[in-house]
Structures are given as structure tokens and as C-alpha cells.
């Protein structure tokens, strides 16, 4: 099967020196056991958080850790990866096992990991400051996306209950009524030394964030 790498160079606007890094960061464990992209996945994994940080740290330099912590987890994650690679049609170029046997898909674990041996690979045929350029016009989208990202009630209350008491908060549904198609959840939280807080919401999920921002600010007050 022949394939035309120049193509997702155009995409990533880079034209390799060493064209093998670029063919060996596409080539997965089961077409090649000895010279695969396992090892430059690994660094483009690193190179990636790197970069990222960075930047994170550039929008928001008065950030408190725990929402730069959950932005970064969103912008590195394998989903985000997985994007990306479609968003570069990585499945046309990366080698696996079923190339051999003609199938045509390809598993999402497979095009995230390959995503971040792209990029593994461009660091070591380009040098970080291009990485950079090229890392951060792919997330660019993600990137301003992040600004919507922050740490919800729930979470913020798991945090303070953890630090305190080294426990999690409690929660137990207390009613679910209303039509099947428009339901309403009661739900009660607590904490170690507090009484329970209830709300209300849409869904189960609503009713936990809606009691957990109850619960917050009356421990607040404590």
C-alpha cells in the first residue's frame, strides 16, 4: 500500500528532513515490533505537556493551580489527541497490523498515541521552538476553548472535603418525580461535620452540583 506522506506534511506545514522519524512516528507495535513509534510517543507526550503549560501559564498568569490543572488534564488527554489526529486524517497514514489484513478501521487509542508520536517526531527532526508553532496552531481551537473550562461546585467541594477531613462528601438521592420526560432529582450532600444540604435540578447530576454549591457556601460561613 502506497502512502503520500506529503500530504499530512502540508497539513503540519513541515517538511522533514528525515523522512523515517515521520514513517516511524505513523508506525504502530503490531506492524513493527523492533522500530515503532512507542518510544517517540513517549516524548511526545512530554513535549506536548510542555508546551501546553507554557502557554496555559502565558493566558492565564493569575490562575489558581487547580483550574490551570484542569485545563491542561483537558488539553492533553487522549480525547483531545484523538481530535486532533482526525482532524489530520492520521488513519491514512499510520501502519498497523490490519493494513496487512485490509481493514480499514483503526482504534482510537492507536490514533491518539499516534498523534503524540507525531509530534515526538517533529521535535527531534525540527527542535522545539517550530514543535511549539505547530503544537499550538493545532489546539488552537481547544486552547480557546479552555477559557469556558472551570472547577464546578462539585469538585470544589470534594477538594475542601478532602484537605479537611480526608474524606469525600456524601450524597444520597432523596426523590425523583415529575413526568419521565421532565424529571426533577432531590439530592442531599454532606461533610463530616456538617448536616445534610439539599436542591434541586433537571438531573441527577444538576441536583449534586446545585446541593453542592449550597453546602459551599454554608461551610464558608462556618
Given at each position: 500500500?502506497?502512502?503520500?506522506?506529503?500530504?499530512?506534511?502540508?497539513?503540519?506545514?513541515?517538511?522533514?528532513?528525515?523522512?523515517?522519524?515521520?514513517?516511524?512516528?505513523?508506525?504502530?507495535?503490531?506492524?513493527?515490533?523492533?522500530?515503532?513509534?512507542?518510544?517517540?510517543?513517549?516524548?511526545?507526550?512530554?513535549?506536548?505537556?510542555?508546551?501546553?503549560?507554557?502557554?496555559?501559564?502565558?493566558?492565564?498568569?493569575?490562575?489558581?493551580?487547580?483550574?490551570?490543572?484542569?485545563?491542561?488534564?483537558?488539553?492533553?488527554?487522549?480525547?483531545?489527541?484523538?481530535?486532533?489526529?482526525?482532524?489530520?486524517?492520521?488513519?491514512?497514514?499510520?501502519?498497523?497490523?490490519?493494513?496487512?489484513?485490509?481493514?480499514?478501521?483503526?482504534?482510537?487509542?492507536?490514533?491518539?498515541?499516534?498523534?503524540?508520536?507525531?509530534?515526538?517526531?517533529?521535535?527531534?527532526?525540527?527542535?522545539?521552538?517550530?514543535?511549539?508553532?505547530?503544537?499550538?496552531?493545532?489546539?488552537?481551537?481547544?486552547?480557546?476553548?479552555?477559557?469556558?473550562?472551570?472547577?464546578?461546585?462539585?469538585?470544589?467541594?470534594?477538594?475542601?472535603?478532602?484537605?479537611?477531613?480526608?474524606?469525600?462528601?456524601?450524597?444520597?438521592?432523596?426523590?425523583?418525580?415529575?413526568?419521565?420526560?421532565?424529571?426533577?432529582?432531590?439530592?442531599?450532600?454532606?461533610?463530616?461535620?456538617?448536616?445534610?444540604?439539599?436542591?434541586?435540578?433537571?438531573?441527577?447530576?444538576?441536583?449534586?452540583?446545585?446541593a453542592a454549591i449550597i453546602c459551599l457556601q454554608n461551610v464558608k460561613k462556618l
Amino acid at each position: 500500500m502506497q502512502i503520500n506522506y506529503q500530504v499530512l506534511e502540508k497539513k503540519i506545514k513541515v517538511n522533514f528532513r528525515n523522512k523515517e522519524l515521520l514513517v516511524k512516528s505513523l508506525t504502530h507495535k503490531s506492524f513493527d515490533k523492533e522500530n515503532n513509534n512507542e518510544k517517540v510517543e513517549f516524548l511526545g507526550d512530554r513535549v506536548l505537556g510542555l508546551v501546553i503549560a507554557k502557554k496555559l501559564l502565558e493566558i492565564y498568569p493569575n490562575e489558581k493551580e487547580g483550574i490551570l490543572d484542569k485545563k491542561f488534564a483537558a488539553l492533553v488527554n487522549k480525547k483531545t489527541c484523538l481530535q486532533i489526529a482526525n482532524k489530520l486524517e492520521l488513519n491514512k497514514y499510520i501502519l498497523t497490523f490490519n493494513n496487512r489484513n485490509k481493514k480499514n478501521s483503526i482504534e482510537d487509542k492507536v490514533l491518539a498515541d499516534s498523534c503524540e508520536a507525531l509530534i515526538g517526531s517533529i521535535y527531534l527532526d525540527k527542535g522545539l521552538n517550530i514543535t511549539e508553532k505547530i503544537i499550538l496552531d493545532l489546539w488552537s481551537d481547544n486552547i480557546k476553548d479552555s477559557i469556558n473550562t472551570q472547577i464546578d461546585a462539585k469538585t470544589k467541594l470534594q477538594e475542601y472535603s478532602l484537605k479537611k477531613f480526608k474524606k469525600l462528601p456524601i450524597y444520597k438521592v432523596i426523590s425523583n418525580t415529575g413526568p419521565r420526560h421532565k424529571p426533577l432529582f432531590k439530592v442531599a450532600v454532606k461533610l463530616v461535620d456538617t448536616k445534610f444540604y439539599t436542591a434541586e435540578g433537571k438531573s441527577k447530576k444538576d441536583a449534586e452540583q446545585n446541593a453542592a454549591i449550597i453546602c459551599l457556601q454554608n461551610v464558608k460561613k462556618l
